[in-house]
């Protein structure tokens, strides 16, 4: 196949039981060159892409020994119950193919790959996954379904005490969810327990309300350069709205200036063919993530926005957006937004949930109320709206350097 006037060779997970027939001839044969191969566990095993949501995508150098010391450091600190998981995240995306793909058959699980968006509910129902590995665009979805459906047979206030009723159950050792959520849970195939949720920030609410109908949501934090996972919230020991425990094997502190950095075997080798943006994310042996963040006393880390996206207001005080947006996000009414700095104040650009397209007066009354709460440096001065959505990379993230190309 040509690709940019190269020949390439392209392999097709539809000739699987082709490529193990000539395996089976070629050792049958005496040819033993691919068994006896010794893997070389510091040379570039594979070349993964950054999400480019901030400007240019570069290329990330992954060794061998990078992912394996990622997905065993991984299997360590919280265990995947069952036996199948169901796979919608893209190959090309760190996430979907280390930790979806490659960490769960360390666990000697089976891996089910969805063929597209629009068969996923028809898949969840025939392979009925006992753990999914989803970026938060997918988690949202699946609980606005649910709310959907119970909505439309007018049962929000049975499910309101039935989640009261089922909590209160737990609290004193009595888990009756699969019963009183049965059909909930059977609208997500009927046996799921985990969900490991990464790539980007998943609010609380959700986890808190998967957790109500015996869905257990892991979230974690990680980047193409470390392989990718540094952190993730354990089985019986997490924090509700951090992103967990640094994995055992990563060292992971917060700089002065408060951004993220770590060092370990899973951080990656270099950029390829880019010495100078290598250069600049290594200081003194440790990588410079780029994420802005914290950690509790118990050692839980905490995002707390990008440091490329730090809006810089005319009093001199530095503004992370991301922290706003995730507080926005919580009225039902705003599907997206972006907050961002004009003439050194804070502006909201939203794109508004179905049923609220166009009314400014609503959302301008939304963003006043939540200015009565803020500091003078932190109040939103202006408000935009769109007709369309931002746009989203492959794994759905907003890409925000484009967001005035709509």
Known sequence: MPIGGKIVDVYSLDDVEDFISTGKTLLSGGDTEYKDYKIDPEKMAALFFTSGTTGKSKGVMLSQKNMAADINAACKNFFLEGETTLAPLPFHHAFGLITAVFMVFNYGKLVFINRSLKQIQKELKQVKPDMMFLVPLFVETFYKLIRQA???????????????????????????????????????????????????????????????????????????????????????????????????????????????????????????????????????????????????????????????NLVILSNGENVSPEEIEDRLLKHEEIAEIIVSGEN????????????????????????D?????????????????????????STKKIIRYKKDQA
């Open 150 to 308: 119970v909505r439309k047979k007018k049962k929000e206030k049975v499910l309101s005490v039935a989640s009261g009723v089922s909590n209160m159950l737990l609290a004193v050792g009595i888990d009756k969810r699969n019963d009183i959520f049965k059909e909930v849970r059977e609208g997500l195939g009927g046996n799921l327990k985990v969900i490991i949720s990464g790539g980007a920030h998943l609010d609380e609410k959700y986890v808190k309300a998967f957790r109500t109908f015996g869905v257990d949501i892991l979230c974690g934090y990680g980047i193409t350069e470390c392989s990718p996972v540094l952190s993730v919230n354990r089985n019986h020991y997490f924090c509700d709205g951090s992103v967990g425990l640094p994995l055992k094997g990563c060292e992971v502190k917060i700089a002065d200036d408060g951004e993220i950095i770590t060092r370990g075997d899973n951080v990656m080798m270099g950029y390829y063919k880019d010495k100078e943006s290598t250069d600049a994310v290594f200081e003194n042996g440790w990588f410079k993530t780029g994420d802005l963040g914290c950690k509790n006393d118990n050692g839980f880390l905490f995002i707390t926005g990008r440091k490329k």
């Open 344 to 367: 050194g104040q804070l502006i909201a650009e939203i794109f508004p949930a179905e049923g609220h397209m166009g009314d400014q007066a609503f959302f301008d009354a939304i963003i």
């Open 369 to 393: 109320k939540e200015n009565e709460k803020q500091p003078q440096y932190k109040k939103i001065r202006k408000v935009i709206l769109r007709d369309t959505e931002f746009e989203k990379n």
